[in-house]
């Protein structure tokens, strides 16, 4: 997998973007090759990017692409649920998260193909690209950077720009 200019590629030390190099944080389970859904680990591969979502009462719209997070938007996390790894709404009967939090970390999120559009049930839902908690602070599997860097990246991060995850990140056996 070759990146090009306007690829975010994961490396050992950050995560690289438009010729800069930027901290960021991952899944608690590392990188893994074999992602299964609760493992906290940030997949493996080339995940595009499909979407831009962010809160309308906590920011302007940062890209015209960005649409607004609704009250009631949730995200179907439950391998049960025919709707699988797809944005659902309130009031929903299975498993999901919501997408309108009470803390800052969905402010403003990139959507990731990650088993989407066609999910298959336990391969892992919502890997998205969204704020950290605090510097080096594991997610649950996705990619987090600080507000001002994920401000930027969403800017110039239209739908189709790859996230680059190099399965050489992956531990072993992982």
Request: aromatic share 8%.
């Amino acid at each position: 997998m070759t990146a090009r200019s306007g690829d975010l590629v994961l490396t050992p030390t950050g995560c690289r973007f438009l010729g800069q190099r930027h901290p960021c944080a991952i899944g608690r389970g590392g990188v893994t090759t074999q992602k299964r859904e609760g493992d906290g680990a940030t997949p493996a591969g080339v995940l595009r990017i499909v979407g831009t979502l962010y809160r309308p009462d906590r920011m302007a719209q940062p890209a015209p692409w960005a649409r607004p997070i609704g009250l009631y938007d949730l995200w179907s996390d439950d391998s049960a649920d025919p709707q699988y790894n797809t944005a659902v709404r309130a009031p929903h009967g299975f498993g999901h998260e919501r997408l309108r939090r009470a803390d800052p970390l969905y402010d403003l999120v990139l959507l990731t193909d990650w088993n989407w559009p066609l999910a298959r049930p336990g391969l892992g839902s919502a890997i998205f690209v969204h704020r950290w908690r605090k510097p080096g602070h594991p997610t649950e599997g996705c990619v987090a950077f600080d507000p001002a860097t994920l401000l930027q990246i969403a800017r110039a991060a239209p739908p189709g720009t790859r996230l680059i995850v190099p399965p050489a990140l992956a531990r072993r056996g992982a």
